[in-house]
């Protein structure tokens, strides 16, 4: 079991809005600043699923932002982000608990921000869909980010990313750096008029890496939308081929779920979703047939079984959600 505290601070402005602070005011409109302060209260029973593990620690995290917009077509963004752990035990002091003062985005984004193109360059967040498959994994202390170039184009209510990227290995005591021969290409599409009240999102990953002798790709297709009634569904599946060191990928993964939003003050929603992803059922074949994740955003899909994740799993889940 795992439970978790958070306190979260927020100061200055964020990324591209207006300035509110005393500093934004005093600078030109160009230029902005902003920063952020995470803390929480985290411990576990059993953690990893074995017996008489049991810790509680506190964490850290501040963010420090600067924004410069010398054009309406171009900005630069740049964060740096200490993270640290205090009072653990059982749990080490490293990422993805601690990786003290580093640098965690800097690009270049050229073009309008909901305009036909845009191009971004440097170091940022990779975040597609639900984040099943490409996410930043806000949730944890230090995240993730990639080294990579992106495209986005748009038009009349479609859309189309292709990117090419390779994940930041955080490292505690040294700079953060990508992972040299490991690379992840893409394309992610979004088709927003294809289907009455709802979204299509088509994608492709080519994932790469030399010193593992791995080429897979996986393809794939997000599907969500509403009903009459105040129904609401939404569909992901996947399949993935390639190949592992000797063995020949043959996976695949899927995500189902049906909900409803009841009238109310908090928009009571009830839902029940379905799971799957493949395994392997003789791992000493030449056949890898478990279902690689690449690089999710967890514990909001899956809680604790993210340690397992969405691989070689069948989960049934219910339940009701509110907002205000």
Not at 114 to 139: A, I, K
Not at 210 to 221: A, E, F, N
Request: net charge positive; proline share 4%.
């Amino acid at each position: 079991m795992k439970i978790a505290l958070v306190a979260l601070v927020a100061a200055g402005a964020a990324f591209g809005q207006k300035p509110s602070s005393w500093l934004n005011e005093s600078l030109p409109a160009w230029l902005q600043f902003s920063g952020e302060y995470r803390a929480r209260l985290e411990g576990f029973d059993n953690g990893g699923f074995k017996s008489d593990t049991t810790d509680m620690y506190g964490l850290s995290r501040l963010r420090f932002n600067v924004f410069v917009q010398p054009a309406k077509w171009l900005r630069l963004v740049g964060q740096t982000q200490d993270a640290r752990i205090f009072g653990n035990d059982r749990v080490v002091s490293a990422p993805p608990y601690q990786n003290t003062f580093d640098l965690r985005m800097a690009f270049i984004e050229m073009g309008a921000k909901e305009g036909p193109v845009m191009l971004r360059v440097g170091r940022q967040e990779l975040d597609f869909g639900e984040q099943r498959l490409l996410g930043s994994l806000p949730w944890t202390n230090v995240t993730r980010t990639f080294d990579a170039v992106r495209a986005t184009f748009r038009v009349r209510g479609y859309r189309l990313d292709a990117f090419t990227s390779s994940v930041v290995v955080a490292q505690e005591g040294s700079f953060d750096h990508h992972l040299q021969g490991s690379n992840l290409h893409g394309l992610y599409g979004g088709l927003e008029k294809l289907i009455p009240s709802a979204v299509v999102e088509p994608y492709a990953f080519w994932r790469v890496a030399s010193r593992q002798r791995l080429d897979t790709k996986t393809g794939g297709v997000r599907w969500v939308g509403k009903l009459p009634a105040r129904f609401d569904y939404g569909v992901e599946m996947a399949m993935q081929r390639g190949d592992i060191a000797a063995s020949v990928v043959n996976a695949w993964a899927g995500h189902w779920v049906a909900g409803h939003t009841f009238t109310g003050a908090w928009q009571p929603r009830a839902f029940v979703e379905f799971n799957y992803a493949s395994g392997d059922r003789n791992p000493r074949d030449s056949k890898t047939e478990t279902f690689d994740q690449l690089y999710p955003t967890g514990h909001d899909k899956l809680g604790l079984a993210d340690q397992v994740g969405w691989r070689n799993i069948r989960d049934w889940r219910c339940g009701v959600e509110f907002k205000r």
